[in-house]
């Protein structure tokens, strides 16, 4: 159980594009959602924690009209990179909690590779 | 500010080896701390999560340790195996907070 899907694995796209990430929780109610994202040999660097039908709450320094989240249903999040750029090339994970509390276990999705050339 | 750094950052050992992966934080104010598994281009999956409460959590192979007082734990894994070939990530939260902060992990190489 407690099984995180993220889509795409892996996608390639041109300079000023946009690209959505999805994830979602597929047997239970993901309550709270978090993005993370993991420049090669370096820790996973939280973005964002989104909760869903509110507004996602940023770490200090990412650009929350670059990466706008959206936690619409307690299933599904997305991140969308807007206008992206190669400096955004980078691995993207998500993970999700089905309670509140403070030792509630984390899922994390399989990640996505973005690759902006 | 919560700091987490992991030792060694890689380890090659042989099959059937002991071994102990280390881990320190800079805020020992934690709720917990959870060691993850990460394989080549994946995701990460939860292998132990200690309570503040508790001083280790042990699942098959695996114990993890939990000092706060120094702002240690240790992850022990017992009999190693190839398949336990992976980047092992330890995470801590800062005090008073659910968000976690990881450590840049420790690449383990298993041989046979």
């Known amino acids: 159980g407690a099984v995180v899907s993220q889509h795409p694995s892996w996608v390639i796209c041109k300079s000023g594009t946009s690209v959505k990430i999805e994830c979602r929780s597929l047997?239970?109610?993901?309550?709270?959602m978090f993005w993370y994202r993991q420049f090669p040999k370096q820790s996973l660097m939280l973005m964002a924690t989104?909760?869903?039908?509110?507004?996602?709450?940023?770490e200090q320094g990412v650009e929350k009209d670059k990466f706008l989240i959206n936690h619409a249903s307690l299933t599904l999040s997305t991140l969308t990179v807007t206008s992206a750029h190669p400096e955004d090339s980078s691995f993207y994970i998500c993970s999700a909690t089905q309670r509140q509390g403070r030792n509630s276990p984390l899922h994390f999705g399989n990640g996505t590779r973005l690759t902006v050339t | 500010k919560q700091e987490v750094t992991q030792i060694p950052a890689a380890l090659s050992v042989p099959e059937g080896e002991n071994l102990v992966l280390n881990c320190s934080f800079t805020d020992s104010a934690i709720y917990n701390l959870q060691w993850f598994r990460q394989d080549p281009g994946k995701g990460l999956t939860s292998l132990l999560l200690i309570q503040s409460s508790q001083r280790e959590q042990t699942s098959g192979r695996l114990n993890a340790s939990l000092d706060k007082s120094s702002g240690r734990s240790t992850l022990y894994i017992a009999a190693s195996q190839p398949g336990d070939s992976a980047t092992y990530l330890c995470a801590a939260p800062p005090g008073g907070s659910e968000k976690l902060v990881f450590g840049k992990g420790t690449k383990l190489t298993v041989n046979p």
């Open positions: 989104s909760n869903e039908g509110s507004k996602a709450t940023y």
């Open positions: 047997d239970f109610q993901a309550t709270t």
